[in-house]
């Protein structure tokens, strides 16, 4: 392992460790934290990284290619179909006039019409490392505004294909495409065999991921070495990007296609959780280096062109993005967060105009410049957004507290729900019933704007946000209840809470059992797994559906449950006492293991003697008491002949 | 000094102005536990484990309870059903609150003359509570006539008080050891034991 590769982990590492955390406790989200962290460590500040970045930044694109695979991953075609409208219209729309915005622009600026077209298309991309991110972090990927973003962008990331193909042909009409150093078989063939090719590879692509790679992971599963499969699925994903780098396309194209193959087989769950943790870090690694890349000297050297450019390009972007959005009926508030969200130019516009300069339809002073205003535009993304949420929506949108009506009295409500999605709105529905009234936070403003007109006492925003637990009335309320959808957001919401509003109860709803431990860990006492009692329940049914009397399948469930939190409470401590640290996935796998057979040794409904006389009737046998302690109900689970009862 | 255990049932303790009356500042007493079941146990499923180490830490046990159709809450006849177990509390082997002492402490709408053989209900709260007594005696434990609040609906203020503080010092005496049970066995309610002279229970 050479001294230099030590050194640059080191350095990489270190950015991220610091200046992610200082990101999110500033409330910017972890990818502004990654690029302010390339920024600083690069050649312009500290310098601690030099031009080598750009090498890099190649092996971290790695982390695109990865995170392709796993939108892949997700889109089942059953899905897709379903989102085929949304994906289609909005898709096009966007990428359509998009481009022909830019494509005006910068043919006043001069530019030849076949490299305006394909700067044009370059630009019109969005980021969807960075706007997934953001919608994960901030919970956002099921509201509307999640929604029609991550259908363009999907649209976006299939159309890079055809545009792949496309650009070979604009190329033609230069007398000819020079030999680079390039080794792709590709560069050396006319426009049409380049197209050609490209298609041919996608089909191969698909017909190996049928025909080869799910008969291969069985193969590999077959084995039972979790490692070893880890190993293949990076196997997949390296090799289809290596064979797609061999003909000269685009590896994450080739890798996307893949795991869309591999979305309808059998593994993709473990295929998912497999290379996750890898595009995690390779992707924080990606941002690190697009912020270490950003040419400060070129911007330094031509200021204002470089601001008007991204000004111009963000602006033509959000505002497309924006019409888009009225078209598909998106709320107004909705509406700002996608089209500020899109507003940047994505990772795929490095690989587009590298081939672009490839197929020298642009300078190479033209391509570092764009270049770089892709990467300016990436770190302008989360900061737009962060103004957005601070400045702009407060004022024009939905308000994040109810304007208050001149004679409307403020009064604190005993409970604070934070998050109204299916769990939150259930509880509060039934609070309700009952005569309480309860604060509801919760960050999806559609959401918002009905429950308003229902009459809630509803404020809009970042339940984690200090100043907004305050204004909901954290200081009066009693009892404060976490029933977002994301464990992190709870954590978050949870710890805040203890510190700063301590007399507050806290309920929070965790949405398995380690997520339970975690909150044990901070010292939540009431904790309501999501799935415990609703499981239980089923299981009681299917009892009763086998034949069991209805009271002793509820009573078998009771105890089940209370044996269950006994068991939490007791595994929870346990699980510090192991010294080896276990990946998410593989915790839960043991921990399973371990229930189930402590489940077998304990069984809460074995040592159940209600109401069962077989003891006694051994004793009274023969005395006449026999009739007179009652009826001999058994508590064993045996199906009992129901049709008997009916007389 | 003894220890008292109240096993106390109703199902709709925020309305009962009698029973909440009675219990006012019981459970932070010494010597007594409260042990209210319609609140520990809401869905019926009695941890036997604990009843019986409740049990086993108290010498004198309190069935209170409103008196509904002639008997106790359902919670309470759960309770019963499920805690006293045979081989523990009865039975072979089964002598785990032999001695111990236990008597029903009760509420009922109508006044003590309705229960009685020619009046409306035709028979004596005593005789109705001829399953619990024998549950006792099944058990090996001493039980004791009852404790009873009646008439309630008709109760005045100042009637209420006066039924409070018997109660109250039904329990102090209890606890102190202020009693001889051969005594006690042969009134027909510990109210009479109390007070003789019948104070306010309408003739």
């Not at chain 2, 042990?35 to 604990?50: A, K, S, T, V």
Request: aromatic content about 10%; charged content about 20%.
């Amino acid at each position: 392992m050479s001294n230099i590769f030590l050194h640059d982990a080191l350095i990489y590492l270190a950015a991220a460790v610091v200046f992610v955390p200082i990101a999110k406790k500033l409330g910017m989200g972890s990818v502004l934290g990654y690029l302010l962290g390339g920024i600083i460590i690069g050649p312009f500040f500290l310098g601690f990284i030099g031009q080598e970045g750009k090498d890099i930044m190649h092996f971290a694109e790695f982390g695109v290619v990865m995170m392709l695979f796993l939108i892949g991953l997700e889109l089942e075609p059953s899905n897709f179909w379903r989102m085929r409208n949304l994906v289609l219209g909005t898709g096009s729309v966007q990428l359509g006039i998009t481009t022909i915005f830019i494509f005006i622009v910068f043919m006043f600026i001069g530019f030849s019409w076949q490299a305006a077209l394909a700067c044009g298309l370059a630009l019109s991309m969005s980021s969807t490392a960075i706007v997934m991110q953001t919608l994960r972090e901030k919970g956002l990927t099921k509201t509307q505004s999640g929604k029609s973003s991550f259908a363009v962008l999907l649209f976006q990331d299939i159309a890079v294909i055809p545009i792949l193909a496309l650009l070979p042909l604009l190329a033609i009409s230069f007398v000819h495409a020079p030999a680079t150093g390039n080794f792709a078989l590709l560069s050396g063939l006319p426009g049409w065999a380049q197209t050609l090719t490209l298609l041919c590879a996608v089909g191969l692509v698909i017909l190996s991921g049928r025909l080869m790679m799910v008969p291969f992971l069985r193969f590999i599963a077959r084995i039972h070495l979790r490692e070893l499969f880890t190993a293949a699925a990076l196997l997949i994903v390296i090799g289809t990007a290596y064979v797609m780098m061999l003909v000269g396309l685009s590896p994450a194209l080739g890798t996307f296609l893949a795991g869309v193959v591999l979305a309808n087989s059998e593994f993709r769950h473990e295929l998912e959780s497999d290379i996750e943790p890898f595009k995690g870090i390779l992707l924080g690694l990606f941002f690190i280096s697009v912020g270490a890349s950003i040419n400060f000297s070129l911007i330094f050297n031509n200021p204002l062109m470089i601001a008007a450019l991204v000004c111009g390009i963000v602006v033509i972007k959000a505002g497309v993005l924006f019409i888009t959005g009225k078209l598909s009926r998106l709320s107004f508030d909705q509406n700002l967060l996608f089209a500020l969200g899109l507003s940047q130019v994505g990772e795929f516009a490095f690989v587009l105009f590298s081939f672009i300069h490839q197929l020298n339809i642009l300078s190479a002073q033209w391509t570092d410049i764009l270049m770089g205003v892709t990467a300016i535009s990436m770190t302008v993304t989360p900061l737009l957004l962060l103004a957005n949420e601070r400045f702009i929506e407060p004022r024009c949108g939905t308000k994040e507290n109810e304007e208050k009506e001149a004679d409307d009295i403020d009064v604190s409500n005993p409970v604070i729900i934070a998050g109204f999605g299916h769990f939150g709105s259930t509880l509060g529905r039934f609070l309700r019933a009952n005569g309480i009234s309860a604060t509801i936070l919760d960050n999806d403003s559609d959401r918002v704007d009905l429950l308003r007109k229902m009459g809630f006492k509803v404020f809009y925003g970042d339940a984690t946000r200090i100043d907004i637990l305050k204004s909901a009335g954290a200081e009066e309320a009693k009892v404060l209840i976490a029933a977002i959808d994301s464990p992190e957001t709870n954590y978050d919401l949870v710890e805040k809470t203890k510190k700063l509003f301590p007399h507050l109860t806290i309920m929070v709803r965790a949405k398995s059992r380690l997520d339970a431990y975690e909150l044990l860990d901070m010292g939540v006492n009431d904790i309501y797994r999501e799935s415990l009692d609703t499981s239980v329940r089923l299981g009681i049914d299917v009892l009763v559906k086998l034949g069991v009397r209805k009271y002793s399948a509820t009573r078998a469930g009771q105890n089940f449950i209370k044996y269950d939190e006994a068991a939490m409470h007791e595994l929870a401590q346990h699980r510090h006492n192991q010294d080896t640290y276990i990946f998410n996935t593989r915790e839960q796998i043991q921990l399973q293991e371990h229930l189930l057979t402590s489940d077998r040794e304990v069984n809460p409904t074995l040592n159940d003697h209600a109401w069962d006389s077989d003891q006694m009737t051994n004793e009274y046998a023969d005395a006449e008491s026999e009739t007179t302690t009652g009826n001999q109900v058994s508590s064993s689970l045996k199906p009992f002949p129901r049709n008997n009862l009916k007389h | 000094m003894n220890k008292i255990l109240i096993l106390f049932a109703h199902p709709r303790f925020e309305k009962s102005k009698t029973n909440r009356a009675l219990l006012k500042n019981i459970g932070a007493r010494e010597g007594i536990t409260l042990n209210d079941l319609y609140e520990q146990y809401p869905d019926f499923n009695i941890d036997i484990d604990r009843e019986k180490e409740l049990l086993l830490g108290h010498e004198i046990i309190i069935w209170q309870h409103p008196f509904y159709m002639y008997s106790s809450p359902a919670l309470l006849k759960q309770w019963i059903d499920l805690v006293l177990e045979y081989g523990w509390a009865h039975g072979q082997d089964g002598d785990f609150l032999k001695n111990k002492i236990v008597f029903n402490a009760i509420t009922t709408g109508g006044t003590r003359d309705v229960y009685s053989p020619g009046g409306y209900n035709r028979f004596t709260i005593g005789e109705f509570l001829v399953p619990f007594e024998q549950t006792a005696t099944l058990c090996k434990m001493i039980y004791l006539p009852p404790f009873a609040v009646q008439g309630t609906h008709l109760l005045t203020g100042d009637e209420l008080n006066h039924h409070v503080a018997l109660y109250s010092s039904l329990l102090n005496r209890l606890v102190n050891g202020d009693f001889d049970i051969e005594g006690i066995k042969k009134v027909e309610y510990l109210n009479d034991w109390l007070w003789p002279a019948r104070g306010l229970t309408k003739p």
